[in-house]
C-alpha cells in the first residue's frame, strides 16, 4: 500500500466520522488561528511602535532631564528640577564644540486654551525653535514656520496643527487669523501638514510657537529658560554615536558634572526607544504565543485522544487488516497518516482562519496585525508535527495489537 | 455432536493402518512411510527439519499444511494453559479438510496457528513448504498475504469500502499494481457469482452475498490455502447452501480448503474430517461427502500419538 492509498485511506477514515474528527480539527484550528493572530499582533504592534519612533524624525538623538520629578510640567519653571536650559541648547547647536550635530530644537511644551472668536480648543502648546520643522521631519501645508527673528523677539505668532486649525476655524486654511492663547493674541503663520496619529499622541492637534514666546508670555516663572526636552540632529546616520558622544561631554561640562554615572540628564536615541518598546511587545508576543502554544497542546492531545479512541473503535478492522497480510509497519503508518491528515486540515483550516481574522479584527480593534507566510507556513508545520507527534502512540498500539485479540473483539 | 462416536467408528483404518493409506499414493514424503516413523511421535531432529526441504523424490509435491508434533501453551495468569497438545496434521494440495470440535476443544488456536496468525510454542509447521516457526511478524503478516485466504463468520469486510475495494485489500498490502488490483478484484467477484455487485458496499448485501465477497477476497492472492473459519455460522439455510456450494466449486478447481465448523452437515460436505479435543486430534478420516467421491489419501501419522497423550 503505497503513500498516496495510505492517505486516501485516512481521508476516508475522517470522512467517516464526520463530527468527531471535525471536533479533533477545531481544537488544532483553534490553535493554529490563535498562534497567526498573536504572532502577527506581535508583529504589528512592533511595526507600529516603529512606525510612531520613526516619525519623531531621524537620525534623532532625545536628551531629557533624568533627575527632574516631572518634565514639562505645566508650571515647569516653579519648583521642579528640570536641568535642561535653552543655554545648553544653543551650546549644543555651536557647529565648533559639536560638529556632528546638525541641528537643535529644545522644547518646552504646555496645555493651553486656544480660543479664536468664540471657539475654544484644549491642545498643547509647543515652544521651539526654527530647526523644529527639519528636526521632526515635519512639512507645512500652508504659510510659514517659525523663524530665527521670530525667537529673539519673542513674537506673537504661531503654527497650528492641520486639526487644531480646523477645529478653531473649521478648515485648515487658517494662515492670517487671529488666535488668543492665555490671553495673549497670536497671529496664525502657518499650517503644518498632516502626519496622522498614532496611538498616545495626535501630531495633528499641537499649536507651535516661538521657545522665548512661551517662557516669557505663557509660561513664565523663575527658570525661564528650563525646556523640558532637546532633540538633537546628527548630521548624518553613521554620525549619530559621535553626536551622541559630543552632546554627552558637552552637557557634562556646562553641568559641571565630573562623572558620567551621575548626569543630570538623559540621553536616548530612537534605536535606544525602539528596543525599550519591543521588548515590551516581545514580551506580550511570547506571553500570547504561549497560550496560543498551550491551546495547541490541548488540540493536539484532543488528537490523541481520537485516535485512540478511533484504534479501539477499529480493533476488529485492525486485525482483519493483519490477517488480510498488513505487517505492522503499515497498521503504524495508517494511523500516523490519518493523525498527520487531521493535524494538516486543522492546521490549514487554522490559518485561514488566522488571516481572515487579521483582516477583520483591524477595523474592530484599531490594531495593527501583520501576517507573516513565514507564520502561517510555520504554524500549519506545526499543526502536521502535533499530528504526527500525538499520532504515534495510537498508531503504535494499533500496529502492536495482535491479529486474533483483534479480530476476537467485538 | 451425537454424531461423533459414530463417525469415528465408521473410520478405524486411518488410525490403525496409515501405512497401507499412504501406500495408494506416491504424494507424500517418504520418511513419513517408514514404518518407524508411524508408531511413534516423530521426533524433531534438526538434521530431520534439514532434510526436509531436500526430497528424495523431487517430483512429491509438498503438502499445503504439515504440523508436526504442535503444542501451543497459553499463559493467561501464573497458569500454564495446554490449548494443543501435540497436533500433527498434513494436508495435501487439492484437499477439501474439515476441522470439527466442541468450544474449547483448541480447534481455534489449531486455526490461528494453521493461518499464522499465532505461532507455536512447540514443534513445526510448514505452510507450503516454509518452515513459518522462526519468523517474525513481518514475515507472518507476508504468508499470510501470500499463502492463506481467509474467510471468518463475522465476514469481516469493511463497511466504508465497496465490494471490489473489499476483495483487492490483501493485493493492496502485496503491493500489486492498482490497475492489475481492480482487475483481478473483479475477476474474483465474478467467480463467486457477484459481477453485478461489485460497487456495492457490504451493508447493501445480503449475508450471503456478503461472505461470497470474503471468499473473494480470500480468493484474490491466488493462495496455497483458503481458511473458513465457521464460514456459515451466520447464514440462514439458504445462504448456507450457496456457500457451501461455492466452496464444493472451489474444490472441483483444485483449491485446498480448510473448514472450521461444529455443524455436522457442513462439515460432511469436505472429504475428510479431522476431529480436535482436548488439544489433540481425536480421529480422522474421510467421511462420506456429498459430493460422491472417494476421500483422496491422506497422511495421518499423528493421530496415534494424539491419542496416546
Redesign the interface.
Same mark, same amino acid.
Given at each position: 500500500?503505497?503513500w498516496w492509498?495510505t492517505i486516501r485511506t485516512g481521508w476516508?477514515?475522517i470522512l467517516?466520522h464526520r463530527l468527531r474528527s471535525g471536533l479533533t480539527m477545531l481544537g488544532i484550528l483553534i490553535g493554529i488561528a490563535a498562534v497567526v493572530l498573536t504572532v502577527g499582533l506581535g508583529l504589528g504592534s512592533q511595526q507600529e511602535v516603529g512606525a510612531r519612533i520613526s516619525s519623531l524624525g531621524s537620525n534623532l538623538l532625545i536628551v531629557t532631564p533624568g533627575s527632574s520629578t516631572t518634565t514639562g510640567g505645566i508650571r515647569g519653571g516653579f519648583g521642579t528640577a528640570s536641568t535642561l536650559t535653552t543655554d545648553d541648547a544653543d551650546a549644543l547647536a555651536s557647529t565648533v564644540a559639536a560638529p556632528d550635530i546638525a541641528a537643535v530644537a529644545p522644547i518646552k511644551s504646555t496645555s493651553e486654551s486656544l480660543t479664536a472668536g468664540s471657539t475654544n480648543w484644549t491642545t498643547s502648546v509647543v515652544g521651539t525653535g526654527p530647526s523644529w520643522l527639519d528636526v521632526r521631519a515635519r512639512t507645512l501645508s500652508d504659510g510659514r514656520f517659525l523663524t530665527s527673528a521670530d525667537v529673539a523677539e519673542s513674537a506673537a505668532v504661531t503654527v497650528l496643527g492641520s486639526e487644531t486649525a480646523t477645529e478653531l476655524f473649521g478648515s485648515p486654511d487658517a494662515v492670517g487669523q487671529a488666535v488668543t492663547i492665555n490671553n495673549v493674541d497670536f497671529t496664525v503663520v502657518g499650517v503644518l501638514a498632516s502626519a496622522g496619529s498614532d496611538a498616545s499622541t495626535n501630531l495633528d492637534d499641537q499649536a507651535i510657537v516661538p521657545i522665548s514666546t512661551a517662557s516669557n508670555r505663557l509660561i513664565g516663572g523663575t527658570t525661564r529658560n528650563a525646556v523640558s526636552t532637546i532633540y538633537i540632529q546628527a548630521a548624518a546616520p553613521d554620525m549619530l554615536s559621535a553626536a551622541y558622544q559630543e552632546a554627552d561631554a558637552l552637557l557634562l561640562n556646562l553641568h559641571h558634572i565630573a562623572s558620567p554615572t551621575s548626569a543630570d540628564f538623559t540621553i536616548s536615541s530612537q534605536q535606544t526607544l525602539l528596543a525599550t518598546a519591543t521588548s515590551v511587545s516581545r514580551t506580550l508576543t511570547i506571553l500570547l504565543t504561549g497560550v496560543a502554544a498551550l491551546s495547541l497542546l490541548v488540540g493536539g492531545i484532543g488528537v490523541m485522544n481520537i485516535m485512540l479512541v478511533s484504534v479501539t473503535e477499529r480493533t476488529?478492522?485492525i486485525?482483519?487488516?493483519?490477517?488480510?497480510?498488513?505487517? @505492522?509497519?503499515?497498521i503504524r503508518r495508517q494511523f500516523l497518516v490519518e493523525a498527520t491528515v487531521l493535524g494538516l486540515a486543522g492546521g490549514v483550516l487554522g490559518a485561514a482562519l488566522g488571516i481572515a481574522g487579521a483582516l477583520v479584527l483591524p477595523n474592530l480593534l484599531g490594531t495593527t496585525i501583520v501576517v507573516s507566510p513565514a507564520a502561517v507556513v510555520g504554524s500549519i508545520a506545526i499543526a502536521m508535527a502535533i499530528g504526527v507527534v500525538f499520532g504515534v502512540y495510537p498508531a503504535t498500539r494499533a500496529a502492536r495489537l495482535? @491479529?486474533?485479540d483483534a479480530?476476537r473483539s467485538e | 455432536m451425537t454424531d461423533r462416536t459414530g463417525s469415528e467408528g465408521a473410520d478405524p483404518g486411518s488410525a490403525d493402518d496409515p501405512l497401507g493409506l499412504w501406500g495408494t499414493s506416491s504424494l507424500f514424503v517418504p520418511e513419513h512411510s517408514e514404518p518407524s516413523v508411524t508408531t511413534e511421535p516423530i521426533p524433531l531432529l534438526p538434521n530431520q527439519t534439514v532434510s526436509r526441504t531436500q526430497w528424495a523424490d523431487p517430483d512429491a509435491p509438498v503438502p499445503v499444511i504439515d504440523l508436526l508434533d504442535v503444542t501451543k501453551v497459553y499463559r493467561p495468569g501464573s497458569l500454564e494453559v495446554a490449548a494443543l497438545r501435540g497436533i500433527d496434521l498434513r494436508i495435501g494440495a487439492g484437499e477439501y479438510v474439515a476441522i470439527m470440535g466442541p468450544s474449547g476443544s483448541g480447534k481455534s488456536t489449531l486455526m490461528h496457528i494453521v493461518g499464522c496468525l499465532d505461532v507455536a510454542t512447540q514443534g513445526v509447521y510448514r505452510l507450503a513448504g516454509e518452515d513459518v516457526g522462526d519468523m517474525d511478524e513481518v514475515d507472518l503478516a507476508e504468508v499470510r498475504n501470500r499463502r492463506i485466504g481467509f474467510v471468518f463468520q463475522q465476514f469481516n469486510l469493511l463497511p466504508s469500502l465497496a465490494a471490489w475495494r473489499n476483495v483487492e485489500l490483501p493485493l493492496t498490502y502485496a503491493r500489486v499494481p492498482r490497475d492489475t488490483r481492480r482487475a483481478r478484484a473483479l475477476e474474483a467477484l465474478d467467480r463467486v457469482g457477484l459481477a453485478d455487485r461489485v460497487h456495492h458496499r457490504p451493508g447493501e448485501l445480503s449475508g450471503g452475498q456478503q461472505q461470497r465477497v470474503a471468499v473473494a477476497r480470500a480468493l484474490v492472492t491466488d493462495p496455497a490455502l483458503i481458511l473458513a473459519d465457521e464460514p456459515t455460522g451466520n447464514l440462514d439455510s439458504a445462504a448456507t447452501a450457496d456457500v457451501l456450494r461455492l466452496f464444493d466449486e472451489l474444490h472441483e478447481q483444485d483449491r485446498t480448503i480448510v473448514l472450521i465448523t461444529h455443524e455436522m452437515g457442513v462439515a460432511q460436505r469436505a472429504h475428510r474430517i479431522v476431529r480436535v479435543l482436548d488439544g489433540v486430534i481425536q480421529s480422522e478420516g474421510a467421511e462420506p461427502g456429498i459430493a460422491g467421491s472417494a476421500a483422496d489419501p491422506v497422511s495421518v501419522a499423528g493421530v496415534a500419538s494424539g491419542v496416546t497423550r
Open positions: 500500500m503505497n492509498e476516508d477514515a467517516g476488529r478492522e486485525g482483519l487488516r493483519k490477517a488480510l497480510g498488513a505487517p @505492522p509497519a503499515a495482535a @491479529p486474533i479480530l | -
